[in-house]
């Protein structure tokens, strides 16, 4: 990878999906097998999910992963 790379940010629309779908965050957490710290770290963006989870909960939903999460290019 070439150092004039621009770094990459993990946006995620979690937040929504699970509002859309009249979900808690603690029933979310336990669909899919995680803790509610987990759910409030991702949508909150202080940790971004390994992609078994990632993938997890756009199968939960019955989305395409890019629907619940997006990368955007940072400037250094």
């Given at each position: 990878m070439s150092k004039c790379q621009p770094r990459?940010?993990?946006i995620n629309?979690?937040?929504v999906w699970?509002?859309?779908h009249r979900l808690?965050?603690?029933q979310l957490a336990k669909e899919i097998?995680?803790?509610r710290a987990t759910?409030?770290?991702i949508e909150g963006g202080g940790y971004n999910p390994s992609l078994?989870?990632?993938f997890r909960l756009a199968r939960y939903f019955q989305a395409d992963i890019n629907a619940i999460f997006a990368i955007e290019?940072?400037?250094k």
């Open positions: 990459l940010k993990i629309r979690l937040h699970r509002a859309e808690t965050q603690e097998g995680v803790t759910i409030v770290a078994e989870l990632a290019e940072e400037e």
